[in-house]
C-alpha cells in the first residue's frame, strides 16, 4: 500500500486537456489554477506527443485505476448521481476480472443475508453479507481507495476503483483502515465489519458499480462458494435493466397498496384477523415489531 498524490495530480492534468469532461469534474483533485502542461512544449513542436523529459504519461495513468472510463477522480463523493441515472447506452463491454478464480477475495466470510433489489418499497443497490462488529473485511480486487469517509446512511464506507473501472463499496464499517490513494491488492483489510449508519445489525452492505451505476454483485460473484462467476464480464443495456424492472414492478406495486388507519382499540392480532394476514407478515411489511404498540392513525399496510 503506497500514497501516491503527486502522481494522481500529473495524472489528473494531462488527462484534463485530453478529456472534455474533466474539466468540470476535476476540481476534486486540486492543482494550479490553469497550468497547462503543454506550455513547455516548444513553438510548432506536436502536442500529440508528450516529452518523455515531463513523465511518462502511461506511466502516472496507470496509478489512477479507471481514469479513462471516468475522467475523474473524486475522493469525497460516494456516486455521481447524474451517471447514476444515466442510460447505459455503449455497445458491450467486456471486463477482465482476473486471470484465476483466486484473483479475488469475498470482502467477509459470512453468507448473503439480503439480496440485490427492491427491498421495503426501496431499492436495495447491493448485498448484505452476515458478519460480527471487528471482523475484517477485505478488498475483492486490487485497486486504489477512492473513497474512505464517514456518511450518514453508509456510515463508515470505503469505496474501491478497480483496474477495469469497476467500483466497490463496503459499508457499515466499525473502522476503517484505509485513505483514498490507498493502493490495495485483492484481500486486504480495508476495515472491520460494523452496524454504523443505517443499519440494524452487524453487516456488511457491498455493492459493485460501473460508472455510478450498480450491478447486482451475484452477477459476477457466486456469493454461497465465494467465488468468481466468471473471468471476464460482459456490461451492456442489460446489466442495469433489471433495476429497471424491480424499479417499475414497486411502482406498480406502490399502488395497489392497501391501508388500514388505526383507530382506537385496533391491536395487531385484530388486524390479522380482518384482514386474514399473519401477524408475522404484518410486522415484516411494516417494518415493526410484534410487540409495537399501535398508534391512533397510525397506516398499517395488510397487502
Ligand atoms: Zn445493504
Request: one cysteine or more.
Amino acid at each position: 500500500m503506497k500514497k501516491v498524490h503527486h502522481l494522481l495530480l500529473a495524472a489528473a492534468l494531462i488527462h484534463g486537456a485530453v478529456c472534455a469532461r474533466a474539466q468540470e469534474e476535476s476540481h476534486d483533485i486540486g492543482g494550479p489554477e490553469g497550468l497547462d502542461i503543454f506550455e513547455e512544449l516548444n513553438e510548432g513542436e506536436s502536442t500529440d506527443v508528450l516529452p518523455s523529459t515531463v513523465w511518462d504519461v502511461n506511466d502516472s495513468l496507470t496509478f489512477i485505476p479507471g481514469y479513462d472510463v471516468y475522467c475523474h477522480w473524486n475522493t469525497d463523493v460516494l456516486f455521481d448521481r447524474a451517471n447514476a441515472s444515466r442510460r447505459f447506452d455503449h455497445d458491450t463491454l467486456k471486463l477482465f476480472l482476473g486471470q484465476h478464480d483466486c484473483d479475488l477475495s469475498m470482502p467477509c466470510t459470512g453468507g448473503l443475508t439480503s439480496g440485490y433489489g427492491m427491498r421495503r418499497g426501496r431499492m436495495h443497490y447491493g448485498v448484505d453479507l452476515d458478519l460480527e462488529t471487528g471482523d475484517p473485511v477485505m478488498v475483492a480486487f486490487p485497486g486504489m481507495v477512492r473513497v474512505s469517509k464517514f456518511n450518514k446512511t453508509f456510515g463508515n464506507v470505503v469505496v474501491v476503483r478497480h483496474y477495469n473501472g469497476l467500483e466497490t463499496v463496503y459499508a457499515h464499517l466499525s473502522k476503517r483502515l484505509v485513505e483514498p490513494g490507498t493502493l490495495v491488492e485483492s484481500g486486504d483489510t480495508l476495515g472491520l465489519g460494523g452496524n454504523t449508519g443505517r443499519s440494524y445489525g452487524s453487516h456488511l452492505h457491498f455493492e459493485v458499480r460501473f460508472l455510478d451505476q450498480p450491478i447486482d454483485p451475484a452477477l459476477i460473484f457466486d456469493l454461497k462458494n465465494g467465488s468468481l462467476k466468471a473471468l471476464e464480464f460482459d456490461i451492456h443495456k442489460g446489466t442495469f435493466a433489471n433495476m429497471a424492472a424491480a424499479k417499475a414492478a414497486a411502482q406498480k406495486a406502490q399502488g395497489s397498496r392497501k391501508y388500514h388507519v388505526v383507530r382506537s382499540g385496533d391491536t395487531l392480532f385484530a388486524l390479522s384477523r380482518r384482514y386474514g394476514v399473519r401477524v408475522s407478515d404484518l410486522c415484516r411489511i411494516n417494518g415493526i415489531s410484534e410487540r409495537s404498540t399501535l398508534s391512533i392513525g397510525q397506516r398499517i399496510r395488510y397487502n
